[in-house]
């Protein structure tokens, strides 16, 4: 193909994929070099998600957590060494909560043998996340996610703490962290309905929610004090199901448990202080169909952001340490 048409090329599947910040990522990325990555991809994390929907809650919140920090390139995935001891995965945010890590491994190790050497780790989370969504909203989330992604060398704790906002952050606070990653106020509420999969500590949310004073149903605050003690502890803190109404389904709940003063986080309880962002809480919850087409549009976005598609990047041959 000629130079003009590859750039053609790559501007259409941008746009098809609906990101603006597609960096030289491309659909269907890998056809001439590894035709069958997805596909292996999505056998793998079937085999995972159907045994535990949970593992497919912690695939989706590792990409978040991903992005996030140095861009979409694979540094969470990054096991600590002598020579960097405390890398992202260690980070307060991350341990032990974070998820799905097995999942990745076997997925990379899967391509390995097929395709050794052309497929990044960094585009098998993003591959991941996207058909744990899909198989978890019952094929009702189709997210057309671009490859061309390459993998980080830098992971530390500090970052992770630096970049991944808070479960205690208001409305304003929200908007401005995803500002910093170049996504709007919409972007951010629609990706917070990821929290409508997974589980959380309860050290995560109760001095915020249930010991303090806050917005939260009376009923379901009484719930949350059976099953959290009043100071969790490292050896005493229980995990409660973000979504108590559909807990493994990838679905709109999320919104209406938000408008029901039903969820866990402060920062999830924030989006109705603003009108703007209280009214997109009301379209998701209450139109058919709304929250999965704007998540599959907002993923794409998210998933670009900060991506390494040339120098400081490479292809790890092992996800967990550089080459």
């Given at each position: 193909m000629a130079a003009s048409g590859m750039k053609l090329a790559m501007a259409v599947a941008c746009a098809l994929a609906l990101a603006s910040a597609c960096h030289g990522l491309q659909l269907g990325y890998y056809k001439q070099s590894c035709p069958r990555v997805e596909a292996i991809v999505r056998d793998e994390v079937k085999k995972f998600v159907y045994k535990d929907a949970g593992i497919g809650a912690g695939l989706i919140r590792l990409v978040f957590h991903d992005c996030f920090v140095e861009g979409c390139d694979g540094?969470?995935?990054?096991?600590?060494?002598?020579?960097?001891?405390?890398?992202?995965?260690?980070?307060?945010?991350?341990?032990?909560?974070?998820?799905?890590?097995?999942?990745?491994?076997?997925?990379?190790d899967a391509v390995e043998k097929v395709c050794p050497g052309v497929v990044s780790c960094a585009d098998i989370v993003a591959f991941a996340a996207r058909d744990a969504a899909y198989f978890l909203s019952r094929f009702k989330v189709k997210i057309n996610v671009p490859g061309g992604r390459l993998d980080g060398r830098r992971s530390l704790d500090s970052d992770a703490?630096?970049?991944?906002?808070?479960?205690?952050?208001?409305?304003?606070?929200l908007i401005g962290a995803f500002a910093a990653k170049g996504l709007d106020a919409e972007d951010m509420v629609v990706l917070s309905g990821a929290h409508t999969v997974g589980r959380s500590h309860c050290s995560s949310f109760v001095s915020d929610r249930v010991a303090a004073p806050s917005d939260i149903n009376g009923g379901f605050a009484n719930f949350l004090k059976q099953r959290c003690p009043a100071n969790p502890t490292s050896s005493n803190d229980p995990t409660v199901n973000q979504d108590a109404v559909t807990p493994n389904a990838f679905d709109n709940q999320y919104y209406k448990n938000v408008e029901a003063h039903k969820v866990l986080f402060a920062s999830d309880a924030a989006l109705l202080t603003s009108?703007?962002?209280?009214?997109?809480?009301?379209?998701?919850?209450n139109i058919p169909g709304w929250w999965e087409d704007k998540f599959a549009k907002a993923?794409?976005?998210?998933?670009?952001?900060?991506?390494?598609?040339?120098?400081?990047g490479e292809i790890r041959r092992h996800c967990r340490v550089v080459n």
């Open positions: 540094s969470v995935l990054l096991d600590p060494t002598p020579a960097n001891p405390k890398p992202e995965k260690l980070s307060p945010p991350n341990f032990p909560s974070l998820r799905g890590f097995e999942v990745i491994d076997a997925a990379k703490l630096n970049n991944l906002p808070p479960p205690n952050f208001n409305v304003n606070q009108p703007a962002t209280a009214k997109m809480v009301s379209d998701n919850a993923f794409v976005k998210m998933a670009s952001v900060g991506v390494k598609t040339g120098y400081p």
